[in-house]
């Protein structure tokens, strides 16, 4: 597992975002999940989201908590309630709709 995290500041109400993205080994699309998903972090949450990467191709156990069918598939934790997106998160607008997030200003 590995996590990428944005800068420890957070909205006046301490809100924290915490993001698993799933994935089976450095595939393209795999790769290219994980770099859209960072990109939409930094825009959209700067400062308040932690990501962690799930390979299960070296942890398959790990599927069976958060019920992965399909990869990759990235999983909203915090805040709750618990959210999925299955694919290569290159839609933003649906990413963004899916998980609830709204720009802070």
């Known amino acids: 597992m590995i996590a990428a995290e944005g800068k420890r500041v957070h909205n006046g109400d301490g809100e924290q975002w915490i993001l698993r993205?799933?994935?089976?080994?450095?595939?393209?699309?795999?790769?290219?999940?994980?770099?859209n998903l960072k990109k939409i972090c930094e825009e959209h949450l700067a400062g308040q989201y932690r990501?962690?990467?799930?390979?299960?191709?070296?942890h398959p156990e790990?599927?069976?908590?958060?019920?992965?069918?399909a990869l990759p598939t990235l999983v909203r934790?915090?805040?709750?309630?618990?959210?999925k997106i299955i694919g290569d998160l290159s839609n933003t607008e649906k990413v963004l709709v899916g998980l609830d997030i709204r720009p802070f200003k």
């Open 21 to 35: 993205l799933y994935v089976a080994g450095q595939t393209p699309k795999c790769l290219t999940a994980f770099a």
């Open 51 to 58: 990501i962690e990467i799930i390979d299960l191709l070296v």
């Open 62 to 69: 790990l599927a069976k908590g958060d019920q992965i069918l």
């Open 77 to 83: 934790k915090l805040p709750e309630p618990v959210k």
